[in-house]
């Protein structure tokens, strides 16, 4: 069971500092996902710890000790890659079993390794082949396979299910939750798929541009977005974010925009005139049964799926909004609309994006 | 004497000429114990040409426990299975650019060596030109302030006899035209110095000049992560051929590197030059040019190797001019402007 610690990781490519001062610890045992955007900084700071990349300055540190002048095959981490990284000349059996050998370690318990392994991730039946034979799922256990039978500190895993298609992801993922659930050990996973991170993670680390926006468990963050940024990130269909002004009310607060008035209690923080981003998630919206409500607005489109249904919806002078209510809705395309907002689901944000309060009301 | 590297050499065609000179002048550092290319008489002709070891069977020699690391030269489209069979062995690997055909192959590549726990190193000699040295630790030190535009150039010209080599100019072979295999070498001694490219817009073609599958044209207008702004332009069809060149217009100054001279018009009226002008294989002849950068590239990565750390010029910073490269293509393919992937 290993402990993983960054101190202030900062990484510059030539004038530019692409992470700006990571703390963070992966406990022991945790399944850590790193989340985020297309370019913030989570594949490069997986390589780092990995050893793959030098940091500028800070400290990696595994189990206590600083790894930092450690070489990669020295630091007992496993990685895990996108692209398989498999040798197309050599069996599966032999992929698994390659770094194995390197090391000396007596045959039989090699032996027993690989066919653990391979036992565990139902490719036993493709030992003997070569990987260009394989589909990309069954290249991925390969790959998973060859970090399983290292027994290493802890497993490192870049986007390992990008290449593969939807229904194999989904299948895929409720493995690696499997494995690790049986094995154990620490993980620390790479996506840019938020579903992936909320389904898979003990711990979910979003970044962006370089820096930590929020760490803490998948429904912790859902549930209490610090900045705008992660409310909009972790969820899918992503929450509404809409600009308003907070208007000092007799008892409270309104909070306005083009064709939008929701009176709210006393909120600390807001000041009259004040621009903020109110924030609300497809589920916590209600269609009204009557005319009146928070919100008009005539549906765009909608998405039966028969257990559920989606609405997306326009309101002039604001961004579309999604409306997420259980079971069948009998309503069409072009019906207008009133909407009423879960005040004790609703959150506001300040204009530099921060979380003012998670729950309006309640 | 820390002992020499033992070096296998693959793929022994043209681009072989300024390896083999530079392996004999680093014959205290580098011992080559094998040259392998599939073709019997152009492994005899390569290793009477230049005195080197001549080996028979790639197997043999990737098996061989005296080979440290290996020079891959071979066409871009015969790389990745020897890369796997020598990274396999343990072998350290240095090979010609670009690292493969398409971005997707490159990073596997890369991945590949990073789990076979050997360094990859990548032949971008113009990276290690006196006057590039001088100019990237100008930009470096800040000497030249902050980096505003960029030019890179690569006015060069092929005959057609030059693509009328099969594969020459193909997807399937070289990955590309003018920009994986030409304009290559500029562009990543541009993002070495500059950092990475956040967005590209550009324009790829074939000129009446070849007849070629790839492009021997490409212009672009490119955002950089760290707030400049620039132009590329590359082709093989500006006859008869100039130097590359890239200019970098900086706070204090701007800088041009053309020809293996850096002249900076400092913006306190100062000039400065350094470097000697050296030509660069943008003419006709596409071998004539000098081969001491490349030795000086060999030298750092056997003693890089020898000391344990990674060589000037990785594999993963190779990525970065694979994903510029992609973006400009598909910017040019789309129609619009393209965001470049970040690792």
Redesign the interface.
């Known amino acids: 069971m290993t402990e993983i610690k960054l101190k202030q990781v900062r990484k510059s490519y030539g004038e530019v500092e692409v992470l700006h001062g990571i703390d963070l610890t992966v406990e022991s045992g945790e399944f850590c996902v790193f989340v985020g955007p297309s370019g913030c900084g989570k594949s490069t700071l997986l390589r780092i710890i990995a050893g793959l990349d030098d940091v500028t300055s800070g400290a990696i540190e595994i189990d206590g000790e600083a790894v930092n002048n450690v070489s990669a095959s020295a630091r007992g981490l496993a990685m895990v890659f996108q692209s398989y990284a498999l040798y197309p000349h050599m069996s599966v059996y032999k992929n698994m079993a390659f770094g194995l050998e390197n090391s000396k370690m007596p045959k039989a318990e090699i032996d027993r390794r690989v066919r653990d392994a391979a036992e565990m991730l139902q490719i036993t039946d493709y030992l003997d082949r070569r990987p260009k034979a394989l589909s990309g799922g069954q290249r991925q256990r390969v790959a998973i396979g060859r970090a399983i039978v290292r027994e290493p500190k802890a497993f490192l895993l870049d986007e390992p299910l990008s290449n593969l298609d939807a229904e194999l992801r989904v299948t895929m993922r409720k493995e690696l939750a499997a494995l690790h659930a049986s094995i154990g050990d620490t993980m620390i996973y790479v996506t840019h798929d938020q579903t992936e991170a909320m389904t898979l993670a003990d711990k979910i680390v979003v970044l962006q541009d370089g820096r930590i926006e929020q760490t803490g468990a998948p429904l912790d963050l859902y549930n209490n977005p610090q900045n705008a940024f992660v409310a909009g990130f972790i969820g899918s269909p992503r929450m509404n974010l809409i600009e308003v002004t907070a208007n000092k009310a007799t008892e409270g607060w309104t909070l306005s925009a083009a064709n939008l008035s929701v009176p709210v209690p006393e909120i600390a923080g807001l000041t009259d005139g004040m621009r903020c981003t109110l924030g609300i998630r497809p589920e916590h919206l209600r269609v009204s049964t009557d005319d009146t409500g928070h919100m008009t607005c005539k549906v765009a489109f909608t998405e039966q799926l028969g257990g559920e249904t989606y609405l997306y919806c326009d309101v002039e002078g604001l961004p579309q909004i999604t409306v997420h209510q259980p079971g069948q809705l009998p309503v069409v395309k072009g019906q207008q609309l009133a909407l009423n907002f879960d005040l004790s689901e609703m959150h506001l944000f300040d204009a530099d994006g921060q979380v003012i309060v998670n729950r309006v009301a309640g | 004497m820390t002992e020499r590297l033992g070096l296998a050499v693959v793929g022994l065609g043209m681009a072989a000429k300024p390896h083999a000179l530079a392996l004999k002048d680093l014959e205290d550092l580098i011992d080559v114990r094998g040259c392998y290319a599939r073709s019997a008489e152009a492994r005899a002709a390569f290793c009477n040409t230049y005195g080197l070891p001549e080996a028979r069977d790639v197997n043999a020699l990737a098996h061989d426990p005296s080979v440290d690391a290996v020079l891959v030269i071979t066409p871009p489209n015969a790389r990745?299975?020897l890369i796997?069979?020598f990274?396999?062995q343990?072998k350290h690997i240095l090979t010609e650019k670009p690292l493969e055909r398409t971005m997707?192959a490159a990073?596997?590549l890369v991945?590949?060596c990073?789990?076979s726990?050997v360094f990859l190193g990548v032949v971008f000699q113009h990276r290690f030109r006196a006057a590039s040295q001088i100019l990237a630790k100008m930009?470096?030190d800040g000497d030249l302030g902050?980096?505003r535009v960029v030019r890179a150039e690569v006015p060069w010209w092929r005959d057609q006899s030059y693509y009328d080599e099969p594969g020459r100019g193909s997807y399937a072979r070289d990955g590309g035209g003018v920009l994986i295999s030409q304009a290559i070498h500029t562009l990543d001694l541009m993002l070495?110095?500059?950092?990475?490219v956040a967005n590209v817009q550009a324009l790829c073609a074939t000129t009446p000049f070849h007849r070629m599958e790839a492009e021997d044209f490409a212009a672009g207008a490119m955002e950089f992560?760290?707030g400049a702004v620039g132009a590329i332009f590359a082709s093989t069809a500006s006859f008869p051929g100039d130097a590359e060149s890239l200019s970098f217009d900086c706070d204090k100054g701007s800088a041009l590197l053309k020809s293996g001279v850096l002249t900076v018009n400092w913006r306190d009226g100062r000039v400065e030059v350094f470097g000697d002008e050296a030509a660069t294989g943008g003419g006709a002849d596409p071998m004539a040019f000098p081969y001491d950068w490349h030795k000086s590239l060999i030298a750092d990565f056997a003693v890089s190797v020898r000391a344990?750390r990674p060589p000037g010029c990785t594999g993963?910073e190779a990525l970065?001019v694979h994903r510029l490269i992609a973006a400009i293509e598909a910017s040019s393919r789309e129609g619009k402007k393209q965001?470049v992937?970040?690792?």
Do not use: F, R, W, Y
Not at chain 2, 192 to 196: A, I, L
């Open positions: 990745q299975d796997a069979l990274a396999g343990k997707q990073e596997g991945d590949l990073a789990a726990d930009l470096h902050a980096i070495s110095m500059t950092g990475p992560e760290n344990g993963a970065h965001q992937v970040k690792g």
